[in-house]
């Protein structure tokens, strides 16, 4: 017989364990020297289409200085490209390049294939009860 478990234990062992996978997964990418923080900050630029530096600075929490040097780096590269911003001839907007896009494209394809060898690895039922919890969290992230 299991122990039932509290919604505060139940919240602690999720919380690790999501946290040990995410860390885990970050860690699988193909080789490449762009650090996690570069990554974050293409992604982010990704997912927005376009955005000011200090709107990248406060969405991935870093000082705007900081996030000068990351964007520095990833243009240097051909990730991110800057543009007149429309209204305010003092900022720019910030965007990822298709390269950068199929960059980030390159290390999901990585992480995804790794999870899935992971995944493979288990039984039918646990991959079942994982699909089930899967549709549970995304309940509990949109509340």
Do not use: C, Y
């Not at 017989?1 to 919604?7: D, G, H, I």
């Not at 699988?28 to 955005?51: F, H, I, K, N, W």
């Not at 999870?115 to 509340?143: F, G, H, K, P």
Request: charged fraction near 30%; hydrophobic fraction near 45%; aromatic fraction near 2%.
């Amino acid at each position: 017989m299991t122990e039932r478990l509290s919604a505060a234990q139940l919240a602690v062992l999720l919380r690790d364990a999501i946290t040990r996978l995410n860390r885990r997964v970050r860690q699988t990418r193909p080789v490449g020297d762009l650090t996690a923080t570069q990554l974050s900050a293409l992604a982010s630029l990704e997912l927005a289409g376009a955005m000011t530096p200090r709107e990248l600075a406060d969405t991935e929490r870093v000082r705007p200085p900081t996030m000068t040097k990351i964007v520095a780096k990833l243009e240097e590269r051909g990730l991110v490209h800057r543009t007149p911003h429309p209204t305010d001839g003092r900022q720019v907007i910030l965007a990822a390049t298709p390269e950068g896009r199929a960059m980030l494209a390159q290390f999901r394809r990585a992480r995804e294939e790794w999870l899935a060898q992971r995944l493979a690895e288990l039984t039918a039922d646990q991959r079942e009860t994982l699909r089930r919890a899967a549709e549970i969290l995304r309940d509990v992230a949109r509340a």
